[in-house]
């Protein structure tokens, strides 16, 4: 079907939300095991890790996190954290200092005030009535708490805005006040569903009837985020294989042999490698070894790999070419590997 479609549904009994465009999936929500990216917990400060500038954080259930730059802290302090990506097997949950705490319509940000509109909002009549809203949600809040209006506030109703920032808000100062005590987890992650539901804004068809993920071809999407090789059009192609170091990208031109045809492969994976790395849920470090061509058209894959990977803001560091012409860049963790999801 032709617009944006939601497709809510289950697979082997785990949530699971898929946002299609035009029938393409383009984003893929799964049920999470243990700590999920973006709770809010309350752990106790372990050990200092001198050598990698951290420190482990005891979490609920036994479990254990690992904190970069503690600037402050001291063994045995209680501290909130928020669980900022998916651990690797065996090893500690990456955790932030940096609260967020995040609705449909709001984002709360302690350590961070102000009054901020989304970009996306470019009305300024429109603009000028948030930021007043903005400030009567957040009148008498202490002076650290911040707001976002997200985009979604251009299509809803004041008063709907009004009452899920204040919730938020209020949510916010309760657990502030909760620093002290044992382990706990405080706000939990948001389901596949209600994820969906929170950061995926409006749709043309929200689909959760029995066998949605069938009916539009989900499951079949699915199961080809499965295979390495992923084709790009003219015959070109990429693999991408997951190792325990790093990520391996493989950028092939197939049958063409023109002058021009590493730099039409070379853009093609560019524009579609970070849709793919998004849906199969991998991160850490990628290396991507392109389709030999000029050097002199490097700079144009590279700024097209820069543009795609714009919307995941500070989630992807582009470090750039390696002296044998590979690229790398590194991605944070957000979800589990959707082959390991599967197989689990």
């Known amino acids: 079907m032709k617009g944006t479609a939601i497709i809510l549904g289950q697979i082997d009994g785990r949530a699971v939300a898929a946002r299609l465009i035009d029938g393409r999936l383009e984003d893929l929500a799964v049920e999470h095991d243990g700590i999920a990216p973006g709770a809010i917990l309350r752990g106790v400060v372990g050990r200092p890790m001198k050598g990698l500038g951290g420190v482990f954080v005891d979490l609920p ?8 730059q503690p600037k402050g802290l001291a063994p045995g302090q209680p501290v909130l954290i928020q669980c900022a990506g998916v651990a690797e097997p065996g090893k500690a949950v990456p955790l932030s200092l940096r609260l967020l705490f995040k609705s449909r319509y709001a984002i709360v940000t302690p350590g961070a005030p102000g009054l901020n509109i989304s970009r996306q909002i470019r009305d300024p009549a429109q603009r000028d009535a ?9 009148d008498g809040a202490p002076d650290d708490l911040g707001l976002i209006l997200r985009s979604i506030c251009a299509e809803a109703p004041p008063k709907e805005i009004a009452e899920d920032a204040a919730q938020m808000r209020t949510l916010a100062e309760a657990v502030l006040a909760d620093v002290q005590g044992a382990p706990e987890l405080l706000v939990d992650a948001p389901d596949p569903h209600a994820l969906a539901w929170r950061d995926w804004g409006t749709a043309d068809c929200v689909d959760d009837s029995e066998g949605a993920l069938d009916h ?3 499951r079949d999407q699915i ?4 295979r390495p090789e992923v084709a790009l059009g003219a015959g070109a192609s990429m693999a991408i294989e997951p190792t325990r170091a790093l990520v391996a990208v493989d950028v092939n031109t197939g049958a063409d042999t023109s002058p021009a045809a590493g730099l039409k492969a070379g853009i093609a994976a560019a524009r ?8 199969r849920g991998l991160g850490g470090q990628v290396v991507v070894d392109f389709a030999p061509c000029p050097k002199k058209d490097r700079a144009i894959v590279e700024q097209t790999l820069r543009k795609a990977f714009r919307p995941d803001g500070q989630d992807a560091t582009l470090a750039g070419w390696t002296p044998l012409g590979n690229f790398e860049l590194q991605r944070r963790r957000d979800r589990a590997p959707l082959a390991a999801w599967l197989a689990s």
């Open 61 to 68: 259930g036994g479990a254990r996190g690992f904190l970069r």
């Open 130 to 138: 948030l930021s007043d809203l903005a400030g009567r949600v957040m």
């Open 216 to 218: 539009h071809g989900v």
């Open 223 to 226: 199961a080809a985020l499965l």
């Open 272 to 279: 579609e490698l970070p849709r793919q790395l998004r849906l």
